[in-house]
Structure formats: C-alpha cells, structure tokens
C-alpha cells in the first residue's frame, strides 16, 4: 500500500505580491465581520430613511476589484431588514421606491423648516 504523500504547502509558492493581496482580503474580511459583529454604522452611509420595518440607506460601495480606479461607486440605496434575527440587505438602486421617497422627503422638509 503507497503511503500517502504529504502535499506540499502552496502557500509557499505565492509570489509577494499575491501574499500582498491576500492580506489585503484577509482585512477586508476582518473589517465586514467587525462590522457586522458590532452594528457599526459604514462610513460610506450618506443618508438614511426608516420605512416601517425596511431601513433604507443611501451609501457609496466598494466594489472589491483589486484594479478598481472607480471605488467608492454609488452612492446607492439599499434596503436592510430583519429576518429571523438576522439583518438582510438588498440593492435598491439609483432612486428610493415611491413610498419610501416620499417618506423620506417628508422628513427632509420638516428639518428644513424646523431649521427656518
Ligand atoms: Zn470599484
């Protein structure tokens, strides 16, 4: 019976550069779990608009392409919820759905004329 040959490790075949850019996911990995782990707000957020139990946010993404010359993109909307103790999002896009907008630009009024 062959003995089972012991594969040799392939992270010793990485060049600099690629070592270089896995420790450049391996941080931005940490950074979303941190995030996540402790409700942080993200610094792209730029606006932001409850709606019953949707929170919207209006907030610029990185896309994570490694030769990306266009990071951050957006801002976007999105959506964020709660299902089953767990806080789902989703890609909105460009403009707020018609109900959230008009929500939205209510309270945008009200602080403009409470500042008045
Ligand atoms: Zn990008």
Redesign the pocket.
Known sequence: MPRKQKSPNPLEKLSEKEIEKLREIDDRLRRVVHERRTGQSRPGIQAEQTFGSITFRYETV????AN?T????GPYWYAYWKEGGRTRSRYVGRSLPEKARAAYEAKQRARLESKA
């Open positions: 990185r896309c994570g392409k990306c266009r990071c951050p993109h």
